[in-house]
T-cell receptor, first 112, second 114 residues
Framework: GESVGLHLPTLSVQEGDNSIINCAYS??????FIWYKQESGKGPQFIID?????DKRQGQRVTVLLNKTVKHLSLQIAATQPGDSAVYFC???????????FGTGTRLKVLA | EPEVTQTPSHQVTQMGQEVILRCVPI?????FYWYRQILGQKVEFLVS????????KSEIFDDQFSVERPDGSNFTLKIRSTKLEDSAMYFC????????????FGEGSWLTVV
């Protein structure tokens, strides 16, 4: 069954459109960030990461943007596919610590 | 592709019972973690483990919890006397390095305390 929440913000996009998922992180000292995808009943799956010395990083069909001024991350998915439907979390790593702090998540629904 | 594996995938236990959740981290990784996710909530850090000792733990990780690496491949989380509020998905994770390294998660163990 669903492993993540009933009250997540939801983004609905048409198949083939681009998706933009946003995240506000909490600590201005955080220097490493990861976007994870979580499908129902599964563990978080690594999508893409970015370090604080970068503003943008591109992967296959995904781009992460980092705005340190306003502590904001975004994940852009190009040509969204049905298989992209999931909950997306950003996670921040505070320097000198072992833990990652996860955001609340956004549910992406891809409409056929 | 190497992956973190967890057992059991789902366990139902009575309140007050002990539970052990098992994990096999990625083989060349040195840092191990437990996170949990209560239904409808965020993924929360519990504990990190390196060089056979706890390196960091959260306030959630109280005396009821313990971790162990009993051999060269397994990493376990024990909950000594489960409470209803321990019901959650527990994720094991591992990484090659400390901060600034990607952590890879297992599929989770769903614990239901009744």
């Amino acid at each position: 069954g669903e492993s993540v929440g009933l009250h997540l913000p939801t983004l609905s996009v048409q198949e083939g459109d681009n998706s933009i998922i946003n995240c506000a992180y909490s600590n201005s000292a955080s220097d490493y960030f990861i976007w994870y995808k979580q499908e129902s009943g599964k563990g978080p799956q690594f999508i893409i990461d970015i370090r604080s010395n970068m503003d943008k990083r591109q992967g296959q069909r995904v781009t992460v943007l980092l705005n340190k001024t306003v502590k904001h991350l975004s994940l852009q998915i190009a040509a969204t596919q049905p298989g992209d439907s999931a909950v997306y979390f950003c996670a921040e790593n505070e320097p000198g610590t072992y833990k990652y702090i996860f955001g609340t998540g956004t549910r992406l629904k891809v409409l056929a | 592709e190497p992956e973190v594996t967890q057992t059991p995938s789902h366990q139902v236990t009575q309140m007050g019972q002990e539970v052990i959740l098992r994990c096999v981290p990625i083989s060349n990784h040195l840092y191990f973690y437990w996170y949990r996710q209560i239904l409808g909530q965020k993924v929360e850090f519990l504990v990190s483990f390196y060089n056979n000792e706890i390196s960091e733990k959260s306030e959630i990780f109280d005396d009821q919890f313990s971790v162990e690496r009993p051999d060269g491949s397994n990493f376990t989380l024990k909950i000594r006397s489960t409470k209803l509020e321990d019901s959650a998905m527990y994720f094991c994770a591992s990484s090659a390095g400390r901060s600034g390294n990607t952590i890879y998660f297992g599929e989770g163990s769903w614990l239901t305390v009744v």
